[in-house]
């Protein structure tokens, strides 16, 4: 059976937030699921539609774009497999924030804000797994601006690389957005982004493969990059 021929049921199972689930609250929750089946470059929704429900990445990235008539369009973040989005401005109930585009091809579940609120009331546990959710993304947020905040665009990139390492001693990685939208994310404008990556490279810290970026040792970039 392919990936596109898996019961909802089945595909929010293996998903974080819902792998915990009975399989009563899961076949509730599938019943009313809606599959997003996109091609990179397809939009999910735009900023200022209304909060439908709760976005769940079965497979691909999707980005989140943010635009401003001062800054104009900046990435605020990617979402990627078993991650979800979409939390905030639903229990607000008010407009998307951001634009959301697949930046690959994708497969996205939408589950309906009226069946997460009923989810919610009837499983304290499903609401628990939200909460924890929630919190670890303020967490995340709040690391974020830190690394925002202090030290060189080299060395905000380079922890950038470095978190999708995970740990590993190398790294082959493609950029989930262009390279200008990585550098908006990162507060770097893309001339200076472009600079980094030239200086990277010719430091033998990192290879340029387009948008694929490899690092063959990540202990050397991280020493080489961590302000002293």
Do not use: C
């Amino acid at each position: 059976m392919g990936r596109r021929d898996i019961p909802t049921t089945a595909l929010l199972a293996g998903l974080p937030l819902f792998k915990d689930l009975d399989a009563a609250a899961l076949a509730r929750l599938a019943s009313e699921a809606v599959r997003h089946r996109l091609e990179r470059g397809d939009l999910l929704f735009r900023k200022g539609e209304p909060a439908k429900g709760l976005y769940v990445v079965v497979y691909g990235d999707i980005k989140l774009v943010s635009t401003t008539p001062a800054r104009g369009s900046r990435l605020t973040g990617t979402v990627g497999p078993g991650q979800s989005f979409g939390e905030p401005v639903m229990f607000l109930e008010r407009p998307t924030l951001v634009d959301a585009q697949a930046a690959s091809d994708a497969l996205v579940l939408l589950v309906p804000k009226a069946s997460v609120f009923a989810e919610l009331d009837r499983n304290p546990k499903f609401a628990r797994q939200m909460i924890a959710g929630l919190s670890r993304r303020v967490e995340a947020l709040v690391r974020e601006l830190d690394r925002l905040a202090i030290g060189s665009g080299t060395a905000r990139f380079a922890a950038y690389l470095l978190r999708q390492a995970h740990g590993e001693p190398s790294l082959s990685w493609t950029l989930p957005a262009g390279k200008a939208e990585v550098a908006s994310q990162l507060n770097l404008s893309p001339e200076h982004f472009s600079r980094i990556l030239h200086e990277l490279a010719q430091a033998g810290l990192l290879q340029v493969q387009g948008r694929r970026i490899v690092v063959p040792d990540t202990h050397r970039l991280q020493h080489a990059t961590t302000p002293r």
